[in-house]
């Protein structure tokens, strides 16, 4: 990794220099986040630690090689230091690791280190080094779907745990080469797509002047897949995350490192290590509440074939919704008219809640592990009476998944509340009054964050999007917050891009365009294109 400390000049760091032959490693992690149970059995070891580094605000270091075990205790003892870099693998890896071994990363993870996965792999088509192993610009999607394959591959092998970030180290290149500088882009979209379907988070290393810089202008470019952390180099010996080049509201909070200072040698404990310094403020991204069907961490969508009544999981990776990667879950449900899912039996597993419109017979269908439904259990014989059926999560709070509907008669919005058993227990009612001018209900989570469940339904006529914050036994007064007449299945697909914000998805009946619609705890950020595909597919849930 290398900036120069002026902007504009940049150096090869040592991390690239062999003849440095850095030795430090380190860095354990702090608190066992969520592990998608998709890779429980991926690894024993890997199941075993937290992902690294973890939660974790401080100083760190990067060295070419890992460490003796007896140095890392040395400099745990003695340097200011709580987080070190390890090379895990890449065509680029510059140095050798005798040291770096799945039993090396669980002593020094137990001893208290957090560490900092990297991996080495082809270089800018531009770079002023001298390497063999470039990205050829016209296959660069396909190269960082195979960088990314092998770095999870190297990440099991040393028992780093799904949702560890694995940090990409793309040296400094001549940004001027729009060829070259597109390379890169679509590198790193395809190298961060691959590891979130892997079940690992994505950083990228570069220098600020450059790979860094050209992230932040296609920050909020449509279907482009950023890095969940970036690690930037700008060598001016001042250890903060914040810079000049990156705008405040860009991978924040707690998604940033910086190398502030090259390569240098520290002695610690009688141990001298040539290091690189870094700073960290790291934190878990928060993993998606509802709407993971892969169990990945990352929000899904569901949808059935309208002309064939099958229905497909289209896996999301927090930018976009892939087709390639749809799997199959249940098909003859072309005679279903209401379709929503949630954990009604508490298995940890996704349920689809279902009526047959000719009868309104309501079924559940229970979530298996390996993505399909199992066999269905009524639930009730006539449910023909209700429109707009809603999974509303843990509404009344009680642990139990919750079911909102409709009863057309009179227009009131009840409470089916989740009980013991895998049912629903006797239904409540919620908001009085005509609903019916009222279309494409949607549970969103806590959208407001205020600890209770949230609504949100658009006005028929007019198209806006009014917000119905939960509060104990029903809702608060609406608040508007989108609008978007030509929208259809508008669906709450949970905290989307892990920013700690539930979104919502819908579809653009003119084209089948799928968008995304972020939240921000107040309102929804203008809709960005996420998917094509959906004009024969009805309804989403």
Same mark, same amino acid.
């Given at each position: 990794?290398?900036?120069?400390?002026?902007?504009?000049?940049?150096?090869?760091?040592?991390?690239?220099?062999?003849?440095?032959?850095?030795?430090?490693?380190?860095?354990?992690?702090?608190?066992?986040?969520?592990?998608?149970?998709?890779?429980?059995?991926?690894?024993?070891?890997?199941?075993?630690?937290?992902?690294?580094?973890?939660?974790?605000?401080?100083?760190?270091?990067?060295?070419?090689?890992?460490?003796?075990?007896?140095?890392?205790?040395?400099?745990?003892?003695?340097?200011?230091?709580?987080?070190?870099?390890?090379?895990?693998?890449?065509?680029?890896?510059?140095?050798?690791?005798?040291?770096?071994?799945?039993?090396?990363?669980?002593?020094?993870?137990?001893?208290?280190?957090?560490?900092?996965?990297?991996?080495?792999?082809?270089?800018?088509?531009?770079?002023?080094?001298?390497?063999?192993?470039?990205?050829?610009?016209?296959?660069?999607?396909?190269?960082?779907?195979?960088?990314?394959?092998?770095?999870?591959?190297?990440?099991?092998?040393?028992?780093?745990?799904?949702?560890?970030?694995?940090?990409?180290d793309m040296e400094a290149y001549d940004?001027?080469?729009?060829?070259?500088?597109?390379?890169?882009?679509?590198?790193?979209?395809?190298?961060?797509?691959?590891?979130?379907?892997?079940?690992?988070?994505?950083?990228?290393?570069?220098?600020?002047?450059?790979?860094?810089?050209?992230?932040?202008?296609?920050?909020?470019?449509?279907?482009?897949?950023?890095?969940?952390?970036?690690?930037?180099?700008?060598?001016?010996?001042?250890?903060?995350?914040?810079?000049?080049?990156?705008?405040?509201?860009?991978?924040?909070?707690?998604?940033?490192?910086?190398?502030?200072?090259?390569?240098?040698?520290?002695?610690?404990?009688?141990?001298?290590?040539?290091?690189?310094?870094?700073?960290?403020?790291?934190?878990?991204?928060?993993?998606?509440?509802?709407?993971?069907?892969?169990?990945?961490?990352?929000?899904?969508?569901?949808?059935?074939?309208?002309?064939?009544?099958?229905?497909?999981?289209?896996?999301?990776?927090?930018?976009?919704?892939?087709?390639?990667?749809?799997?199959?879950?249940?098909?003859?449900?072309?005679?279903?008219?209401?379709?929503?899912?949630?954990?009604?039996?508490?298995?940890?597993?996704?349920?689809?809640?279902?009526?047959?419109?000719?009868?309104?017979?309501?079924?559940?269908?229970?979530?298996?592990?390996?993505?399909?439904?199992?066999?269905?259990?009524?639930?009730?014989? %006539?449910?023909?009476?209700?429109? *707009?059926? /809603?999974?509303? #999560?843990? @509404?009344? $709070? &009680?642990? =139990?998944? !919750? +079911?909102?509907?409709?009863?057309?008669?009179?227009?009131?919005?009840?409470?089916?509340?989740?009980?013991?058993?895998?049912?629903?227990?006797?239904?409540?009612?919620?908001?009085?009054? %005509?609903?019916?001018?009222?279309? *494409?209900? /949607?549970?969103? #989570?806590? @959208?407001? $964050? &205020?600890? =209770?469940? !949230? +609504?949100?339904?658009?006005?028929?006529?007019?198209?806006?999007?009014?917000?119905?914050?939960?509060?104990?036994?029903?809702?608060?007064?609406?608040?508007?917050?989108?609008?978007?007449?030509?929208?259809?299945?508008?669906?709450?697909v949970g905290d989307f891009d892990r920013?700690?914000?539930?979104?919502?998805?819908?579809?653009?009946?003119?084209?089948?365009?799928?968008?995304?619609?972020?939240?921000?705890?107040?309102?929804?950020?203008?809709?960005?294109?996420?998917?094509?595909?959906?004009?024969?597919?009805?309804?989403?849930?």
């Open positions: 990794m290398s900036d120069a400390p002026t902007a504009g000049r940049h150096r090869m760091s040592p991390r690239w220099l062999v003849r440095h032959r850095k030795r430090l490693l380190g860095a354990a992690a702090v608190l066992l986040s969520l592990i998608p149970l998709a890779f429980m059995n991926t690894a024993g070891a890997a199941a075993a630690l937290p992902p690294q580094p973890g939660n974790f605000t401080g100083y760190g270091f990067d060295a070419c090689t890992a460490p003796s075990s007896a140095a890392m205790s040395a400099w745990l003892k003695s340097s200011p230091y709580r987080a070190a870099g390890i090379y895990i693998g890449g065509v680029s890896r510059g140095c050798a690791q005798p040291n770096l071994t799945a039993d090396w990363v669980r002593e020094q993870v137990n001893r208290g280190w957090r560490l900092i996965p990297i991996y080495v792999g082809p270089q800018a088509a531009c770079t002023p080094a001298t390497r063999k192993n470039l990205i050829v610009n016209s296959t660069a999607a396909a190269q960082g779907t195979a960088a990314a394959s092998d770095a999870a591959a190297q990440a099991r092998a040393l028992g780093l745990a799904p949702q560890s970030v694995l940090i990409y940004s001027a080469d729009a060829t070259c500088k597109a390379g890169v882009l679509t590198f790193m979209s395809a190298w961060t797509a691959r590891l979130h379907d892997l079940g690992y988070l994505s950083g990228y290393y570069s220098s600020a002047g450059s790979g860094i810089a050209d992230q932040v202008a296609v920050y909020h470019k449509a279907g482009y897949v950023r890095p969940d952390y970036v690690d930037f180099a700008r060598w001016d010996n001042k250890a903060t995350v914040t810079d000049p080049g990156i705008p405040a509201g860009y991978w924040s909070p707690n998604r940033r490192m910086k190398q502030y200072r090259g390569g240098h040698v520290e002695t610690y404990g009688g141990v001298a290590i040539n290091i690189d310094s870094d700073y960290l403020d790291f934190r878990v991204l928060p993993a998606t509440k509802q709407s993971d069907w892969t169990r990945n961490g990352w929000s899904d969508v569901l949808a059935r074939t309208t002309s064939t009544g099958n229905v497909f999981a289209y896996p999301g990776n927090g930018t976009v919704v892939t087709e390639a990667g749809r799997s199959s879950v249940v098909s003859g449900f072309a005679g279903m008219d209401q379709l929503v899912r949630m954990d009604l039996n508490r298995d940890g597993y996704q349920d689809v809640v279902a009526r047959t419109k000719s009868t309104g017979t309501v079924y559940l269908y229970p979530g298996l592990r390996n993505g399909r439904l199992g066999n269905r259990k009524q639930l009730y014989k %006539d449910q023909r009476k209700l429109r *707009e059926f /809603t999974a509303i #999560g843990d @509404f009344n $709070r &009680d642990g =139990y998944q !919750d +079911l909102l509907a409709q009863q057309i008669s009179n227009g009131n919005l009840y409470l089916y509340p989740g009980v013991k058993g895998a049912r629903f227990g006797t239904r409540k009612l919620v908001a009085a009054g %005509d609903w019916n001018n009222r279309s *494409e209900f /949607t549970g969103v #989570g806590d @959208f407001n $964050r &205020d600890g =209770y469940q !949230d +609504l949100l339904v658009k006005e028929t006529k007019t198209g806006i999007f009014y917000l119905y914050r939960g509060k104990s036994g029903g809702f608060q007064a609406r608040l508007r917050v989108g609008v978007g007449k030509s929208l259809r299945d508008l669906t709450g920013d700690g914000y539930p979104d919502l998805v819908g579809v653009q009946a003119s084209t089948g365009y799928l968008f995304l619609y972020r939240g921000t705890g107040k309102g929804l950020l203008a809709g960005v294109r996420i998917a094509t595909g959906y004009r024969g597919r009805s309804p989403l849930f």
